[in-house]
């Protein structure tokens, strides 16, 4: 039976490189994003499937921070598939502007944290009463009937001064991923969060040179960006139910960087 994934943001950066990975392992892949339509990369997509083989896809246009179109994207995959087995709350935003941490506007906060943190916590409500209501009986169950995995970042616990909305809404996304992983075990729903480094995207490409410098320097044991093909890889292996005893753990895709060294 196929394998039925949700990607938030799968259109682009990390999740356009989860979502081809999935596409490759064989899941049919339903992504939420604010762009309209992309016809041609969709039709690029439905093309990834196994072995280059044909792939399903389906494309909701939405906001993660808006509650009406949570609905309408579980809905839409439930419509066309009647399972969810995989959510990934990958989309996110960086503040308009880096301001200092005495300077930043409540605005800026308040968008920052509605998509990265509130819209994730209440998609992963949403999607986990879906999986209970659609898992039937979970007792004795190995593999898990559910998993549920979060894009998170190194900003979770590494500090920057002129971007805290990012940093605070990161570090929420980390807290919520043992609340849940918590409060679904019993029902055989495993929650997991993947870390990144700096990764190869249109979020960090203002900042290449900065960062070009900092890995020359000895950021990361690992001395290259990481690409979306190393979160991809995680969410992967995550995802495949080989770590059917472990959840609310975090897995780091960031060449070593979250390593204290003296």
Not at 134 to 159: F, K, L, Q
Not at 182 to 211: C, F, H, N, W
Request: hydrophobic fraction near 40%; aromatic fraction near 6%.
């Amino acid at each position: 039976m196929t394998q039925v994934a949700l990607v938030t943001g799968g259109n682009r950066g990390i999740g356009l490189g989860i979502t081809r990975r999935l596409l490759a392992d064989g899941y049919a892949v339903a992504i939420l994003a604010t762009r309209p339509e992309p016809t041609e990369l969709l039709d690029e997509l439905r093309s990834s499937g196994p072995d280059g083989g044909p792939a399903e896809v389906l494309y909701v246009q939405g906001s993660v921070a808006e509650v009406a179109d949570h609905a309408r994207f579980v809905d839409a995959a439930l419509e066309a598939w009647g399972r969810i087995d995989l959510l990934v709350n990958n989309a996110g935003v960086a503040p308009t502007v880096r301001a200092d941490l005495l300077e930043a506007e409540p605005e800026s906060f308040d968008r920052v944290l509605g998509i990265n943190l509130r819209g994730p916590y209440f998609l992963t409500q949403r999607v986990a009463n879906a999986m209970i209501a659609g898992r039937g009986e979970a007792t004795g169950v190995d593999r898990p009937v559910g998993t549920i995995i979060n894009v998170s970042s190194i900003s979770a616990t590494a500090v920057s001064t002129n971007r805290g909305e990012y940093c605070v809404s990161k570090a929420g996304v980390s807290m919520g991923t043992q609340l849940f992983a918590v409060r679904l075990a019993p029902e055989g729903i495993v929650v997991y969060e993947v870390r990144p480094g700096v990764i190869e995207s249109d979020m960090t490409a203002g900042v290449q040179e900065k960062y070009d410098k900092l890995f020359a320097d000895g950021l990361a044991p690992m001395p290259r960006w990481g690409r979306p093909s190393d979160v991809a890889g995680a969410v992967a292996v995550l995802a495949s139910g080989q770590t059917p005893y472990s959840t609310g753990e975090v897995f780091h895709v960031d060449g070593g960087q979250h390593i204290p060294r003296l």
